[in-house]
């Protein structure tokens, strides 16, 4: 495993790969781009979907929950994402990935019902 300083002074040290194609990093935008798509679809949701508001925001809020945990762990995640690519491991990590596909499940079913509930004029 390679590391290097951070910074000159520092006794923080950072794990560091030899990956041209920088695999973690690509991983990473590609989550963080996910989740910040999910939280501005749930955005939209609220702003478009009619239907009493306490249910609007509620499943709109419940969506977006995953999207801002993946956005709020991105760093840590990261590290952690080198970590393993250095130590020759690249596990699946199924958790983030359900979470945020019950989220977008959720917001659809929620705006499928509520579009079909209301009255039409």
Known sequence: MKRRRST???DTTV????DTGLQ???TTLAW???AALAVAVCLLFIR???GPGV????AAAAAAFPALAIL??????HRLRVREFVDGRAPIHVVPALAVSIGVVLLACAAAS????QPSS
């Open 8 to 10: 000159p002074g520092e």
């Open 15 to 18: 794990d560091v790969h030899d």
């Open 24 to 26: 973690p990093e690509r």
């Open 32 to 34: 963080v781009r996910t």
């Open 48 to 50: 478009t979907v009619p």
């Open 55 to 58: 249910l609007v925001v509620g």
């Open 72 to 77: 709020a762990t991105a760093r840590r995640n």
């Open 114 to 117: 509520l579009l079909l509930t």
